[in-house]
């Protein structure tokens, strides 16, 4: 659980997990109290996380609650989560029913991450990036992201989601992350057991290069070179660490609000750089994947969500597809 944006302690008075059975309500006989040191009231102070005990779980679809018996004052969360999270009044926590959850968002708050027991020879892969990762537009609440996708082959081992919908290669956002070279060490490189990273970043930097973006604030002009700089920067973290990279191609985006005549050739000169340079340990090829045969500056229509710039569910099934294989490599 993490306070890692929060400005003042946060007093965790119960917190449970349990499987869920749909919607909020959970198996009664599932619920598990979470303890840290054997404490089920702890504090997470601002700037920190903690780790529960361990604690035996049944079942793979997970519900987490979380009694906050104070305001908490801004929300450490992942803000696009693609599932819902519901809210109560009062303490819910053991309360297997979802009558009392009546407000409900698409974020998850505090929760940064599940570590499950897994066999000593497996290893873990973490896809990172930006909304593409993220799974913006998939099916709410369907698991449709390309790392769901991807770690429901199962055959590879484990899939850990770390991304953020509008993170950017370059540069920091106080609404959509701190840059990726900055979080590539805690949000990928210190996931237990990572074997492989795969990394599929960098049309927000060039799609709101030199323009606004939603946070309000408007971003610097970046060049192709800066980009290249930036995956240089991930590659040596990774190779310091011992763990593969694997660099995917950036989509196409032609007729969504990024696109522009210069970005896409900055794009293009990106992608050239990320499948001829041979500094990734390997390269999946996500824009030749997805693109429209004969007009490969579009997402081909039975992929295209219908912003022009993210995929549907199709087209994340395609993204774990084309990925899959560098996984066995």
Do not use: C
Request: proline share 6%; net charge negative.
């Amino acid at each position: 659980m993490s306070n890692r944006y929060g400005e003042y302690p946060l007093p965790v008075k119960a917190a449970t997990v349990a499987r869920s059975v749909g919607g909020a309500a959970v198996a009664p006989e599932s619920v598990r109290p979470l303890m840290v040191g054997g404490n089920s009231d702890f504090v997470v102070a601002p700037g920190e996380e903690v780790v529960s005990d361990a604690v035996e779980t049944v079942g793979s679809s997970m519900a987490v609650t979380l009694y906050l018996a104070q305001p908490t004052g801004p929300a450490t969360q992942h803000g696009q989560a693609m599932t819902t999270t519901y809210r109560a009044a009062g303490d819910h926590s053991a309360d297997p029913a979802a009558v009392a959850f009546t407000e409900s968002s698409q974020s998850w708050y505090y929760l940064a991450g599940v570590d499950t027991v897994r066999p000593k020879d497996s290893k873990i892969t973490v896809a990172f990036g930006d909304s593409l990762t993220d799974g913006y537009r998939s099916t709410v609440n369907a698991d449709q992201r390309y790392p769901d996708q991807l770690a429901a082959v199962g055959h590879h081992g484990p899939v850990v989601n770390a991304g953020i919908s509008g993170n950017k290669l370059l540069t920091d956002s106080n609404v959509l992350g701190d840059n990726a070279i900055a979080r590539f060490r805690r949000d990928a490189l210190d996931q237990p057991g990572v074997g492989t990273v795969v990394v599929l970043i960098g049309i927000n930097d060039i799609g709101l290069s030199g323009s606004a973006g939603p946070d309000g604030i408007v971003y610097p002009l970046v060049s192709t070179d800066q980009l290249i700089n930036g995956y240089r920067d991930l590659i040596t973290q990774a190779r310091n660490r011992g763990v593969r990279i694997v660099g995917a191609t950036i989509p196409p985006f032609a007729g969504s609000t990024y696109y522009a005549v210069e970005k896409e050739r900055m794009r293009t000169d990106v992608n050239t750089w990320i499948r001829e340079s041979g500094a990734f340990d390997e390269v999946v090829d996500v824009d030749r994947a997805l693109a429209q045969p004969g007009d490969r500056a579009h997402l081909a229509a039975q992929f295209d969500s219908g912003d022009h710039l993210h995929p549907n569910d199709s087209g994340y099934r395609t993204v774990a597809a084309t990925i899959a294989p560098a996984l066995h490599s």
